[in-house]
Nanobody
């Protein structure tokens, strides 16, 4: 069983920065690949970034060079540092992982980018 909890969302002006956190609980959480997704109003949920257990990161083209995903296994926490935010980054951001054929989601955290 894995539980995920996101935090760090909020409102920011275009060009601003935010850092999201995803705290994971469960004995295996530090060994699992972890993912960030987002869902904008009226749109499907989309993948944003991934980080493996050893810290290898991959990104969607839309956020590459602006977002950085990282993790601290000792704290069972994943982060998403978001820079140069754009209005189109406005969405609810979710963290995700899977273990033994079960997919786990957090409750999401709202990010709003507007002037």
């Amino acid at each position: 069983q894995v539980q995920l909890a996101e935090s760090g969302g909020g409102w920011v002006q275009p060009g601003g920065s935010l850092r999201l956190s995803c705290a994971a609980s469960g004995s295996v959480s530090g060994m699992l690949p972890m993912y960030w997704y987002r869902q904008a109003p009226g749109k499907q949920r989309e993948w944003v970034a991934s980080v493996t257990a050893i810290g290898t990161a991959t990104y969607a083209d839309s956020v590459k060079d602006r977002f950085t995903v990282s993790r601290e296994n000792a704290k069972s926490t994943m982060y998403l540092s978001m820079n140069n935010l754009k209005p189109e980054d406005t969405a609810v951001y979710y963290c995700n992982t899977y273990y033994r054929s079960t997919t786990y989601w957090g409750q999401g955290t709202q990010v709003t980018v507007s002037s």
